[in-house]
Each structure stands twice: as C-alpha cells, then as structure tokens.
C-alpha cells in the first residue's frame, strides 16, 4: 500500500514563503498524477495544485496560480509544493494525494478522483 508523509510545514508571516515536501515509500509515485489539497478549519478539503506523471503539465486554483508552484522529483519519489507570497487566508492543513487519472484535465481538482492520501502538513500564516 506504501505511505505519503507530508511535510514543511509551520509558522510564517504573510507575504513570506514555505516549501512543502511529500515522500512516499512503498509506492512510486511516477506512476501517479500528484497533487496537493488543503482543509482549513471548518472548510471542506480543497484543490490547490496537481502535475502529471512526466511534470510536462500543471493545474492551478485561481486562489493560488501565480504564487504557488507544484514540482516533482521522480528519482526522489518526491512532490513539492513551493509557496510564495502566502497570505492568512492560505492556513490550512495541505495534504499530498495519488491519482490514476490519465490526463491532467479539470477532473484533477476534484477530491473523489484522489485515491490515497498523506497525513497532511499544518501551514499557519499570521497577519
């Protein structure tokens, strides 16, 4: 089954940056279209980001395009997510997720298309 453990995470100030790491063991994630998701407190989990298998093709949120960044690391079996400019309004919990969707398509923001998921990463922005 392997494991996603996420991680980066912690305590910036708004307008500062982190880079959120996700490493899988027991699985190869180069089989997979990665992405990453976030749950904030009371909110429904939501996409942020997703790369194809080969890192040719990424997606964004609207919320996010332009400041976040989503790469990966076959050989390392790695996803990233770098984050710039963070605002209060991106703390969440991020979480990494596997897909075997075929091509990267609006169908990757969705949550259900996601079948095996990390233990998340808290990322706290203060104002």
């Known amino acids: 089954q392997g494991r996603l453990l996420e991680s980066g995470g912690g305590l910036v100030q708004a307008g500062g940056s982190l880079r959120l790491s996700c490493a899988a063991s027991g699985r190869s994630l180069k089989n997979y279209i990665l992405g990453w998701f976030r749950q904030a407190p009371g909110k429904e989990r939501e996409f942020v980001a997703a790369i194809s298998r080969s890192a040719a093709t990424t997606w964004y949120a609207d919320s996010v395009k332009g400041r976040f960044t989503i790469s990966r690391d076959n050989t390392k079996n790695t996803v990233y997510l770098q984050m710039n400019s963070l605002e209060p309004e991106d703390t969440a919990i991020y979480y990494c997720?596997?897909?075997?969707?075929?091509?990267?398509?609006?169908?990757?923001?969705?949550?259900?298309?996601?079948?095996?998921w990390g233990q998340g990463t808290q990322v706290t922005v203060s104002s």
């Open positions: 997720a596997t897909s075997n969707i075929i091509t990267l398509t609006v169908t990757v923001m969705n949550v259900r298309n996601y079948d095996f």
